[in-house]
């Protein structure tokens, strides 16, 4: 069976910097380098758990999105990127052009569009999907053969299918996560 990885690198690569916010992982340049390690090591404990056929790794481009077109405020509150995790996304990318793992990033369109356009495609062809983030509104997403895996705050994943976002949110289908 064709199973596709498809991960969500921002949301992976700010739950990593922030898992060693107090004890940051600094090179011997004195560069804060936590981002990197969590997102390589979640990455390696993904593929070697899920054992992918494809993999892909969205990143949210630069610049407005088609949601900003509509609500002009849209993520106007939120702070500005650590410089820290600035200088990492360029490593990661390079990191994953060197694992042959393709970088997943559409002008307008934020990485959770993306993973949802091609987890539908690739469920309709028959493929198995694993959608990995840790950000809930995948949980809208989830069918018998996409499933969402959350990294737990222990260590590991959890793996979300329809009756596990229902119960975990108290909902009758997973369709109403949108809410």
Avoid: W
Wanted: with cysteine; hydrophobic share 35%; glycine share 8%.
């Amino acid at each position: 069976m064709k199973r596709l990885l498809l991960v969500d690198a921002y949301a992976m690569i700010y739950r990593a910097y922030y898992a060693f916010i107090r004890v940051p992982r600094m090179n011997s340049k004195g560069e804060n380098t936590s981002a990197i390690y969590g997102f390589v090591t979640t990455l390696e404990d993904l593929l070697k758990k899920l054992h992918p056929t494809h993999v892909g790794v969205a990143f949210d481009p630069h610049g407005p999105t088609f949601r900003h077109d509509a609500y002009p405020q849209y993520k106007a509150q939120r702070e500005e990127t650590p410089e820290d995790i600035r200088r990492a996304v360029p490593i990661i990318k390079n990191i994953l052009q060197a694992m042959n793992i393709p970088v997943l990033e559409v002008q307008g369109f934020e990485a959770d569009d993306v993973i949802g356009t091609l987890a539908g495609q690739a469920e309709q062809t028959g493929m198995e999907v694993f959608m990995a983030t840790p950000d809930k509104d995948y949980g809208q997403l989830v069918t018998d053969r996409v499933l969402q895996y959350r990294p737990r705050h222990t260590g590991g994943f959890e793996q979300l299918g329809p009756q596990q976002v229902c119960d975990k949110y108290g909902i009758q289908s997973a369709t109403q996560v949108i809410d």
